[in-house]
């Protein structure tokens, strides 16, 4: 039984940084895209980045709302994919999903749908 499981969420000031993880086990991940989403209380689960399998060596995708402050990062010997969050802003406050799943279209790493697995999520807060 494949599970995900997130970690490393907490509370932080604006500015500050986390690093989640994400742990699979019971399958085979390093062929397949793994990614964070992350939803706000009232607001739909929204694309945070993602990153292709060995198939795909390993290119990054990111939010524009992100890119530049946000990591996505794996380390296939662990099954793990991790996300450093910089320059961390309270519209950053979230759950946030780690997710997995055979993806062969690299543009099809944004849609929640393409995802087979999913964490049970870790919640990021950022005080102003």
């Known amino acids: 039984q494949v599970q995900l499981v997130e970690s490393g969420g907490g509370l932080v000031q604006t500015g500050g940084s986390l690093r989640l993880s994400c742990a699979g086990s019971g399958g085979t991940f390093r062929t397949g895209a793994m990614g964070w989403f992350r939803q706000a209380p009232g607001k739909e689960r929204e694309f945070v980045a993602a990153?292709?399998?060995?198939?795909?060596?390993?290119?990054?995708n990111y939010a524009d709302s992100v890119k530049g402050r946000f990591t996505i990062s794996r380390d296939n010997t662990k099954n793990t994919v991790y996300l450093e969050m910089n320059s961390l802003k309270p519209e950053d406050t979230a759950v946030y999903y780690c997710?997995?799943?055979?993806?062969?279209?690299?543009?099809?790493?944004?849609?929640?749908?393409?995802?087979?697995?999913w964490g049970q999520g870790t919640q990021v807060t950022v005080s102003s």
């Open positions: 990153i292709s399998g060995t198939a795909g060596a390993g290119i990054t």
């Open positions: 997710a997995a799943g055979w993806i062969p279209k690299i543009s099809a790493v944004r849609n929640r749908s393409s995802y087979s697995y």
